[in-house]
């Protein structure tokens, strides 16, 4: 049975490195990319060990093996990696519901991966639904940007309930931002 659950142990977040290796763009073929998708950023076991004092990112695991995870990523961790200042800088200009969102209390998905055994058993859209046990008390929504490329990760987004809500390049790729907003769950 898949559980998820928020990291408790620096093993864990060692396991999140270990398993996000597996998964950079540029590992596997073009093809298997567009496929399977990919992550963008690799993270230092520093920098997930600064995010997770912050506030602790959520795994998945099936019988002890780390099936997935979820990253958390509250805005006081913008300025850990460099290559995500421009992401943060962007949502002061992006609008949902009329407002700014950076007017909102939100936090990043910082980037979520699923092991390939494990996929196509529900384990995304449990990590998601532990990130909202966790955390919709505390924020109005969550945010990410996902690549344009990246079919796989877009479609899973919009079926867990995230809403498309900006289109921007940088240097690296082009980006969807993507909101789900927890709000509706309360009748706000």
């Known amino acids: 049975m898949i559980e998820a659950g928020p990291v408790r142990q620096m093993e864990e ?6 398993l996000q290796k597996q998964y950079l763009r540029g590992i596997k073929s073009q093809e ?3 496929d399977q998708g990919f992550l ?3 993270h230092s076991l520093d920098t997930l060990t600064r995010m997770h004092e912050i506030a602790p990112s959520v795994i998945a695991r099936n ?3 780390l099936a997935g995870f979820a990253l958390t990523m509250p805005l006081a961790c913008g ?3 460099p290559v995500l200042f421009p992401m943060f800088q962007i949502f002061s200009g992006i609008n949902y519901k009329r407002k700014p969102i950076s007017e909102y209390n939100f936090y990043v998905m910082g980037q979520i991966c699923v092991a390939e055994p494990f996929r196509g058993k529900g384990v995304f859209d449990l990590l998601y639904s532990k990130h909202r046990e966790l955390f919709e008390a505390k924020y109005d929504f969550i945010v990410t940007e996902i690549s344009t ?4 990760s877009l479609n899973a987004h919009q079926r ?3 809403l498309p809500v900006h289109i921007y390049r940088d240097s690296l790729d082009e980006w969807a931002v993507v909101l789900w907003d927890w ?6």
């Open 79 to 81: 300025n850990l990696i």
């Open 32 to 34: 298997e990319e567009s």
């Open 40 to 42: 963008t950023v690799e």
């Open 63 to 65: 019988n002890g093996q």
């Open 13 to 18: 977040l060692q396991e999140i490195i270990a």
């Open 160 to 162: 867990v309930g995230f």
């Open 183 to 188: 709000r509706k769950w309360h009748g706000t």
């Open 149 to 152: 490329r990246n079919a796989r």
